[in-house]
């Protein structure tokens, strides 16, 4: 039988889960587009401290329970870097039966 992959402090890791050598977790996952994604952190729980030096973020399981929701929600992942003139072209792409002059004034 396999042996289960453990971080530094013999934790069992869960699929997609890995530790870097720096400490560091990391979370891979493919997103809707089937694009793989990788999100990083310095905890792995929520009880873990953060090291010294290091920002106050959530931890990794933390991160991965939001990824599954947005996931499952159906939640477009790359809406969240989206800029405002991506966003007007996708609403007005969704809104394609109007009269030709709103649509040139879209343009």
Same mark, same amino acid.
Do not use: F, W
């Given at each position: 039988m !396999?042996?289960?992959? =453990?971080?530094?402090k013999g934790r069992? &890791?869960?699929t %997609?889960?890995? $530790? =870097? #050598?720096? %400490? !560091?977790y990391l979370y891979k996952y /493919?997103?809707? &587009? %089937?694009? #793989?994604k990788y999100v990083y952190a310095w905890r792995l729980t929520p009880t873990d401290p953060t090291p010294k030096g290091k920002r106050e973020k959530p931890s990794l399981r933390e991160l991965? +329970? +939001?990824?599954? =929701?947005?996931?499952?929600?159906g939640i477009d992942s790359t809406g969240k870097k989206m #800029? &405002?003139? $991506? &966003?007007?072209?996708k609403q007005n792409a969704q809104r394609?039966? /109007?009269? !030709?002059? #709103? $649509? !040139? $004034? =879209?343009e």
């Open positions: !396999k042996e289960k992959r =453990r971080d530094n069992i &890791l869960h %997609g889960e890995s $530790q =870097r #050598t720096d %400490g !560091k /493919v997103d809707a &587009l %089937g694009n #793989t991965e +329970q +939001q990824i599954r =929701r947005d996931i499952e929600d #800029t &405002l003139c $991506q &966003l007007y072209a394609a039966n /109007v009269k !030709k002059s #709103t $649509q !040139k $004034q =879209r």
